[in-house]
């Protein structure tokens, strides 16, 4: 076994603190990663916090990884030592069904292995994430980092990247469409990046004053405070998509209202509990709402050459792992420029 250092959490009220454990040595087609840079994403605080309710603890949090290849199984033939890597919210899957055959991995229905909180296909072995120094992963499910991307503003890609790349090219989403942004957090900053980037014209509905200066930056054509009534009644069906990126519980019935006719919403955020929704709000405009997971394998490197080709990144704050308590607190307020990525320089 391969002893690792990482941050935990011990249940559900504990902070995250240190917490020392094992990988497994290398199977043929493994390799081991040394782990340069791991993204927060709010999942993480759902998940430590058992706000989804199946949480497995201890559990060392952490799906948006970047770093490089230490060692390799003797059948592992795509990577070899020294390569950038990087994984994303899951670490194997069933490989056989539909989905899976298709690339489709993130929707495999027989067994998608999660990056942490999961069981490897043993059904008793806990996946464990990258908020750590090292991860054994089978090469199959590792993505290349391509040479140009600067690393720590890529390891966000891994799931608010291609969370939000992932739908807007399922619905073609580009040039002559009208697209809703609500909330600019890891996801909401990326959406507004790529779909400013495939050519729509993008407005980011906002809880937070102070972010309309960097919406813009990011391509936003328009910036409207969600408090501002009087604004928000001018936007009623005027999105051909409105991508939902909130964290916590929201009236979704008002957002649906903002879309044309034949509009979509796309969420992708994932509060706990359960939502009310009219059905008028989607008879009368003949309105759709839908929702989109991470991305697969495929599209993950899609997204990542895309990113490399056009100079797109996260905007990060990177932090030492002993500050990760700090950064929830703040993420929890909605006060975060966009995403923070742990340095794992910081445990070694
Ligand atoms: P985040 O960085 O914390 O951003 C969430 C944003 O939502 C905040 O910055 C804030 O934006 C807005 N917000 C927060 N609380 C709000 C409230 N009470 N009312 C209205 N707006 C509020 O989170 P994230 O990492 O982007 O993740 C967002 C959600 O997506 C989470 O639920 C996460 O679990 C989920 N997720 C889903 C997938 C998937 O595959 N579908 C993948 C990753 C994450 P403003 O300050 O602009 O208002
Ligand atoms: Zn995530
Ligand atoms: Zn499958």
Not at 71 to 86: C, F, P, Q, Y
Request: charged share 25%; proline share 4%; hydrophobic share 35%.
């Amino acid at each position: 076994m391969i002893p690792v250092a990482g941050y935990a959490a011990q249940s559900i009220t504990s902070p995250l603190s240190p917490f020392d454990f094992e990988r497994r040595d290398l199977r043929p087609k493994d390799v081991l990663i040394d782990i340069l840079y791991c993204g927060i994403c709010h999942s993480d605080l759902h998940l430590v916090r058992n706000e989804w309710g199946r949480s497995i603890y201890p559990m060392v949090p952490g799906h948006e990884i970047v770093g490089r290849v230490i060692e390799k199984g003797k059948r592992a033939r795509r990577l070899k030592k020294g390569d950038l890597v990087a994984i994303g919210c899951f670490v194997d899957s069933c490989r056989k069904c539909s989905n899976c055959k298709n690339g489709l991995q993130q929707y495999c229905t027989d067994g998608l292995v999660l990056t942490y909180n999961s069981y490897e296909k043993d059904g008793k072995t806990v996946t464990q994430g990258g908020y750590s120094t090292k991860i054994v992963v089978d090469e199959d499910y590792v993505l290349k980092v391509p040479s140009k991307l600067p690393l720590e503003k890529t390891a966000p890609l891994l799931c608010a990247g291609i969370t939000t790349y992932s739908p807007l090219r399922y619905w073609k989403v580009g040039k002559g469409h009208r697209v809703g942004v609500l909330g600019l957090g890891g996801l909401g900053h990326m959406a507004v990046k790529f779909a400013s980037a495939f050519g729509a014209d993008v407005t980011v509905l906002s809880g937070s004053p102070n972010k309309q200066r960097d919406a813009k930056r990011m391509g936003a054509t328009d910036f409207v405070l969600t408090s501002d009534a009087e604004k928000m009644k001018t936007l009623s069906n005027q999105f051909d998509f409105v991508i939902d990126t909130v964290s916590a519980r929201h009236d979704l019935d008002f957002y649906l209202s903002l879309l044309r006719t034949n509009g979509v919403m796309i969420c992708v955020g994932l509060p706990s509990g359960e939502e009310q929704l009219s059905p008028f709000n989607l008879v009368l405009g003949r309105r759709s709402i839908a929702g989109s997971l991470i991305g697969g394998l495929p599209e993950t490197q899609e997204m990542l050459d895309y990113c490399s080709r056009h100079k797109i990144t996260a905007d990060v704050e990177v932090i030492p792992i002993q500050q990760v308590n700090h950064a929830y607190d703040r993420m929890v307020k909605s006060d975060v420029r966009y995403r923070f990525v742990i340095d794992l320089a910081s445990l070694k």
